[in-house]
């Protein structure tokens, strides 16, 4: 990653610089977090902290010394797939979690469902409106989508095609109903 931060580049959105590295750089985000500090907003979540952060980088830190950082927790997957849907989606001008990644993790997941998954031909999926606003695979309880212009914060990037896809997820367009 050292390479690409001394771009100035936002990790988390490769189309814009990071001039606000607190709130993930993305500086509009600074409202989510004054929102969620206020102390009736926590009372009402009933949350069990002093106050909100995007990413802290103390608790980052402690998982990296532990041993906890990276672990292999994709292998849950196949287990999950038994029992529920799955979706995983990533923006295309996402650095680190990039859709390339994600696109090829769930290629060579090794499931029941892993050959029929593979032969899966990725489709647009469009708005109503018929604009074309990413790529989709899905076979069985599994589905990829690739969303084009968004970064981490996809919701953000693509607030419409986020309630579209989402939407559609819980209709259950794309996964075997029981």
């Known amino acids: 990653m ?73 292998l849950k997957v196949p287990d999950i797939l038994k029992e529920i ?20 993790w769930t290629e060579a997941l090794e499931w029941p469902g892993q050959a029929e998954f593979q032969k899966a031909q990725r489709e647009h999926i469009k708005l109503p409106d018929g604009s074309n606003y990413g790529k989709i695979k899905s076979s069985g309880n599994f589905t990829f989508l690739r969303v084009y212009g968004a970064g981490h914060m996809v919701p953000y990037n693509q607030p419409v095609a986020s309630l579209d896809f989402v939407n559609r997820w819980i209709s259950g367009e794309w996964f075997e109903q029981a």
Not at 2 to 31: A, H
Not at 85 to 104: R, T
């Open 2 to 74: 050292g390479p690409f931060q001394k771009t100035g580049l936002n990790v988390y959105d490769m189309r814009i610089p990071c001039d606000d590295e607190e709130n993930l750089c993305y500086t509009g985000l600074s409202w989510v977090s004054q929102f969620l500090n206020q102390e009736h907003v926590m009372r009402e979540l009933g949350v069990e902290v002093s106050s909100f952060e995007s990413c802290n980088l103390d608790i980052n830190r402690n998982f990296l010394f532990h041993g906890d950082w990276m672990r292999p927790f994709h």
């Open 85 to 104: 849907p799955v979706l995983i989606y990533a923006g295309d001008a996402h650095f680190i979690c990039n859709w390339l990644g994600n696109q090829a």
